[in-house]
């Protein structure tokens, strides 16, 4: 089994398709079939089910694309890592985070990309709960998470804290107010994010204590959509504090505390804790430390 027959095994898996894997790779459709079946014999099983027209992985493929990705990614991070070592004039940072989080690491990516412009930062938009799993199997090197993973593998750098503030638009009957209690909301129609979270659970959970009405009008899958409908007067709603700073600040929101809704967050860059981390990647966590 060689690096070559992994790349070919994951890059049909990507596309679905043994001709368009082989247009990919700059390969005849033959020439990737045969690694494959190479690759079967080695393994003494499929690992594409051929009667399916999409290249479905088979059980063992399911196994062995899962630890293909984790080798190639170990790969180009050992390179990676190599090729840095002495500065941070160029590279790559990987970095997963969720929607919410994502806002918590933007003053650094900022301040980073001022000093290091040649050094690429991807941030891939991961789910919370799946992020630990993506730094230990080297899918990326840092990760930027609401909550402490309990994998003694893993490192967490605390970079500051949220809580969850109520945001209106500025005609809205609240927007004079610094704070409400949660009563005045039953009345309300509520925009909510439809992700499932620790703030949404805390949310309706703090509802139900205080007897009060939830009147979720309109969910969305993103917190900028949230907040645009907001501006327009569609409702109110209930988000982390971080993602709306900018439109607090500028005015076109009005942010305002619920008394009994305070939940603060700390917030953490996690990586490996035996990982060779590229240089980039350790002059990103400092600034994160220092900030």
């Given at each position: 089994m060689d690096i070559g027959q992994l790349e070919v095994l994951v890059t049909v898996a990507r596309e679905k398709s043994?001709?368009?894997?082989?247009?990919?790779?700059?390969?005849?459709?033959?020439?990737v079939s045969q690694t494959i079946r190479r690759l079967?014999?080695?393994?003494?099983?499929?690992?594409?089910?051929?009667?399916?027209?999409?290249?479905?992985?088979?059980a063992a493929g399911d196994v062995m694309i899962g630890y293909a990705r984790q080798i190639l990614n170990l790969r180009q991070n050992a390179l990676a890592a190599v090729k840095d070592l002495r500065d941070v004039r160029s590279g790559k940072i990987t970095l997963s985070a969720n929607e919410h989080t994502v806002f918590a690491i933007l003053p650094i990516v900022n301040e980073f990309h001022l000093k290091h412009p040649d050094v690429k930062i991807?941030?891939?938009?991961?789910?919370?709960?799946?992020?630990?799993?993506?730094?230990?199997?080297?899918?990326?090197?840092?990760?930027?998470?609401s909550f402490k993973p309990k994998d003694p593998a893993l490192v967490s750098v605390s970079i500051g804290s949220d809580d969850i503030v109520l945001i209106v638009a500025k005609g809205h009957r609240?927007?004079?107010?610094?704070?409400?209690?949660?009563?005045?909301?039953?009345?309300?129609?509520?925009?909510?994010?439809?992700?499932?979270?620790p703030y949404r659970k805390h949310v309706i959970e703090t509802f139900e204590n205080?007897?009060?009405?939830?009147?979720?009008?309109?969910?969305?899958?993103?917190?900028?959509?949230?907040?645009?409908?907001?501006?327009?007067?569609?409702?109110?709603?209930?988000?982390?504090?971080l993602s709306a700073v900018s439109e607090i600040e500028k005015g076109s929101l009005v942010g305002i505390e619920v008394r009994e809704l305070k939940l603060t967050r700390k917030l953490n860059i996690v990586y490996r804790k035996n990982a060779v981390l590229s240089h980039a990647a350790r002059e990103f966590i400092a600034l994160a430390r220092g900030r």
């Open positions: 043994f001709s368009r894997a082989a247009q990919v790779l700059g390969r005849t459709q033959p020439a079967e014999q080695e393994l003494g099983a499929p690992v594409f089910d051929r009667s399916s027209k999409d290249g479905t992985p088979t991807e941030v891939k938009r991961g789910v919370a709960s799946r992020i630990p799993d993506e730094i230990a199997s080297r899918e990326v090197e840092l990760g930027v998470l609240f927007a004079s107010k610094k704070e409400v209690p949660i009563g005045e909301l039953g009345t309300e129609r509520l925009i909510a994010h439809n992700a499932r979270s205080n007897d009060t009405k939830l009147n979720i009008a309109i969910e969305l899958p993103s917190l900028e959509a949230i907040k645009r409908l907001v501006e327009a007067g569609s409702g109110i709603a209930l988000v982390p504090r």
